[in-house]
């Protein structure tokens, strides 16, 4: 588990005002333009709780938990460093995972947020850019890249289709 349940008084709370949702072990899921009413519950309901969007989902996660953390107890198990992962990812709850990778990518649908701290941009869209990357990363074509960001040569984000 990478972080509390959610409070029965917040799952109320909203149901209560009709919000649709659907619950795991740790997230609180919705649609916009309910992120209005999530917000307004955490903070009546004294949370420390926060709101991340995807592209038209809404989520209420515990403070201390994003995607980021989610990668670390998996990169340990693995034996694997941050810095050696390769991370892909197109919307708002993407950016600290992929800020934790050490090549970050983003496929060419991507939000321009997160295409602007890639170091990458593939050239296809959805499914069709992590097979583009999966397919330059198998043939070497991303060594170079690799290179740089390890020994600190180049640190700013890039763009390459």
Known sequence: ????????????????????????????????????QVLATIHDLGLEWHV???????????ADVTKATGLAPALNALGVSAQETVGVGDAENDQAFLRACGLAVAVQNALPSVKERAHL??????GAGVVELVERLLAGDLDAIETELTVGVDDSPRRDS
């Open 52 to 62: 991340i969007f995807n592209k038209g989902s809404v989520m209420a996660l515990p």
């Open 1 to 36: 588990m990478l972080g509390a349940a959610p409070p029965p008084a917040l799952l109320e709370a909203l149901a209560r005002h009709a919000v649709p949702l659907s619950v795991g072990h740790s997230i609180v899921a919705t649609v916009e333009p309910y992120e209005h």
């Open 121 to 126: 941009v593939t050239a296809g869209a959805r």
